[in-house]
């Protein structure tokens, strides 16, 4: 068993490195901060619109709460990997432009560690960062135009395992340790005629550190059929340990150049996140959760250049609070196995959201999100396995602000969640 669990979890980091360098964004808006930050729920989550603190389900993996793990399968061994594929347009004015891009986000793993103790682990996506566009602007006749290029790439990533444990029957309190690594770069070049200086601002940064989450659900049965679930988590804000530098380089006609660097020592953290969340289920058939999550970036400095002092420093006001609300549905027609209608075994699924900023652009808030998802869980059934399940959803994403560019995605992830019964014994008669 341990030769095979530790098998998945070289598999889950080798197959997510391969593909991570893909990348999972090209808006401009993850200029900012740390950039986009990603989508962190697989399978029957997707398809809800992410809402996760609440969903317990013993078939399905949920790393946005650990204390989820604790209701896996004792037979079971899961498996679960997910691809994106998503086109985004871009408005600004009368401009238009579109851009598509597809990654593999997550690959994770969970199973039963001994009775009343779940175990999960994998590679997810934390931030991403990629985007490249021009401005031009007219300075005068005598000196003429200056074109400045923007362009970022980059994200950060972690690697999890997490552990969830039953503590009484109604209540399971859970961990996920992770490490977080990444690399962010983003550069800012302008450039005119022969009468103007190049001027090139890099700025970079390597993270390493670690991150740190807490949770729990507390599961109350409402007569025979029906259940209400309550859920609960805790990020631990802290301080990454990284040191985020500038440099800024002024060339000249002749090819002659100065470069001028900075750095900040330890200036990037994480916040202290809550999320609370709710699901009803009746029957085993219909579930309707909703969640609801506070991060609070506000209270977090973040590097910028200050031109008054000519210097590279921690700059208060730059991030703000960043509040979620979730919903979503999953409906399941029939729980009869003997039912011969494969459409009757689908699991149909529904969500909404709305997530505001968190952070500024000219002192002005940036774009909210407003995002409907649908999705579909399609279950295997031959032979050989009938418990796994293909998991497909459908999210569009509007995100837009006053007097800013305006984006629409569409995005369509494809995860399958493989239940392999690895812990069953055999019988020999």
Not at 295 to 308: H, L, M, Q, T, V
Request: proline share 3%; aromatic share 10%; charged share 15%.
């Amino acid at each position: 068993m341990k030769t095979k669990i530790i098998g998945c979890i070289i598999a889950c980091a080798a197959i997510y490195t391969n593909a991570m360098a893909q990348g999972g964004t090209k808006s401009p808006y993850s200029q900012f901060g740390l950039g986009s930050l990603m989508d962190a729920s697989q399978g029957i989550s997707r398809g809800m619109n992410g809402v996760g603190m609440a969903l317990r389900e013993g078939n399905q993996i949920n790393t946005l709460n650990p204390a989820s793990y604790a209701a896996v399968d004792s037979l079971t061994m899961l498996f679960d990997a997910g691809v994106t594929l998503q086109t985004i347009n871009f408005k600004e004015g009368s401009l238009k432009q579109n851009a598509s891009m597809a990654d593999v986000e997550y690959v994770v793993g969970s199973f039963r560690a001994w009775k009343g103790v779940g175990m999960a682990f994998g590679v997810k996506p934390f931030s991403s960062v990629g985007y490249s566009y021009s401005t031009k602007n007219t300075l005068n006749n005598s000196v003429g135009s200056l074109t400045e290029t923007y362009s970022g790439s980059g994200g950060l990533h972690e690697v999890f395992l997490g552990i969830g444990w039953q503590v009484l029957k109604p209540l399971s309190i859970g961990v996920n340790a992770g490490y977080l690594w990444g690399d962010l770069n983003r550069s800012v070049t302008s450039s005119g005629g022969s009468n103007v200086n190049t001027l090139v601002k890099q700025y970079s940064v390597s993270v390493s550190n670690y991150d740190l989450s807490a949770g729990m659900q507390w599961v109350q049965p409402i007569g025979k059929r029906d259940r209400l679930t309550l859920g609960a988590t805790v990020g631990i804000g802290h301080s990454l340990k990284a040191d985020p530098t500038m440099s800024i380089t002024i060339m000249n006609s002749t090819g002659t150049s100065d470069t001028t660097s900075f750095k900040v020592s330890d200036g990037l953290k994480l916040p202290m996140t809550y999320s609370i969340g709710a699901a009803y289920c009746h029957a085993k058939k219909l579930t309707v959760a909703a969640d609801w999550s506070l991060e609070k970036w506000g209270s977090i400095d973040f590097p910028a250049f200050n031109a008054s002092t000519n210097r590279y420093e921690l700059t208060p006001g730059l991030l703000k609070d960043r509040m979620k609300v979730n919903a979503g549905v999953d409906w399941l027609p029939s729980t009869n196995l003997l039912n011969r209608q494969y459409l009757s075994h689908i699991h149909y699924r529904f969500g909404v959201g709305i997530a505001t900023p968190y952070y500024k652009i000219g002192g002005q808030d940036g774009p909210k999100e407003l995002s409907l998802s649908a999705g579909l869980g399609i279950p295997i059934m031959n032979g050989i396995n009938s418990r796994s399940v293909v998991n497909v959803s459908v999210q569009w994403a509007h995100t837009s602000a006053k007097d800013m560019i305006t984006e629409n995605a569409l995005r369509l992830n494809i995860g399958v969640t493989f239940n392999e019964r690895w812990f069953a014994k055999w019988k020999v008669e």
